[in-house]
């Protein structure tokens, strides 16, 4: 067995290629996904935030950690998607309004669809009239908003308001997650739910359909 804390180096050292021949390695020895994921690769984006914040990184390495995170992410991502069966329900899901950070979304809209639901990925810097706008036309039953900025995660409360004034909120569920946002926040804003992983997300939306979580 490989020493899996150089994935977390490659990472943090925005290695991109040494990421993920790492991952490549570590799937062939039958390691699961989310280990990959949960230990390594999200615990060195967070090194990637302190060091950040110590000015010790600027905006290049982020971007060159985040490309290493996604190459390594492209080989797992399958791996978290099923496939065949009549969907659980359908979800809009986005990073909120002025927010490009996608690392995350993307990892609980492929869980989402691990987990039997149909995802409609609007991408990153969804303004509310969007996110609301498509969950009508597709008949959407949820709304899955991502934030990673304090300065952003207002934005959810302008899809929540923006669902009440389109008449919807009855009909369609508001599940939001990110690095600020918390259950208090979650609660403040009138969500009906809060993920703090992608793996909660599933858990969370599978609830919101009446559905067992299991
Ligand atoms: Co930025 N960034 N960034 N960044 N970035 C943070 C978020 C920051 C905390 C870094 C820091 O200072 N420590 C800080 C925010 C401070 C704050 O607001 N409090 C910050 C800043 C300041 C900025 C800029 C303003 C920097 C600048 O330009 N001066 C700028 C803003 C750009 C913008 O969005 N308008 C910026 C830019 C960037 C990059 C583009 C360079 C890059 C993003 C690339 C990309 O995503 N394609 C980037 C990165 C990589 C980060 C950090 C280092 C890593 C984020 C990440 O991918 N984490 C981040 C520091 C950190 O978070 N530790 C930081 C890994 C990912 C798996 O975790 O996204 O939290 P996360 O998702 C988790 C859970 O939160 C949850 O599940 C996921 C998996 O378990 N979850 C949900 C997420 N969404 C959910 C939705 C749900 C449920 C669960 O719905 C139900």
Not at 167 to 195: C, N, S
């Amino acid at each position: 067995m490989q020493d899996l804390s150089k994935l977390f180096d490659a990472v943090v050292s925005g290695d991109a290629t040494t990421a993920r021949t790492l991952t490549e390695l570590a799937l062939a020895e039958n390691v699961e996904p989310l280990t990959l994921v949960n230990k390594f690769m999200a615990p060195a984006m967070d090194e990637v935030g302190r060091r950040f914040e110590r000015c010790d990184y600027f905006v290049p390495e982020l971007l060159l950690s985040a490309r290493a995170m996604k190459a390594a992410l492209e080989l797992i991502r399958p791996l978290l998607t099923a496939s065949g069966t009549e969907p659980v329900g359908r979800v809009v899901i986005g990073t909120v309004k002025g927010d490009l950070h996608d690392i995350g979304k993307n990892l609980v809209a492929a869980m989402l669809e691990g987990g039997g639901f149909e995802v409609i990925d609007l991408g990153v810097n969804v303004p509310p009239e969007k996110f609301v706008g498509t969950a009508q036309e597709r008949n959407a039953h949820i709304i899955s908003m991502s934030a990673l900025l304090t300065t952003t995660m207002l934005s959810m409360r302008g899809t929540i308001d923006a669902l009440k004034t389109a008449g919807l909120r009855d009909r369609i569920k508001v599940l939001v997650g990110g690095a600020p946002i918390t259950q208090r926040f979650a609660d403040e804003i009138g969500a009906d739910g809060y993920g703090a992983s992608a793996v909660d997300a599933v858990a969370l939306a599978r609830k919101a359909m009446g559905v067992p979580v299991t």
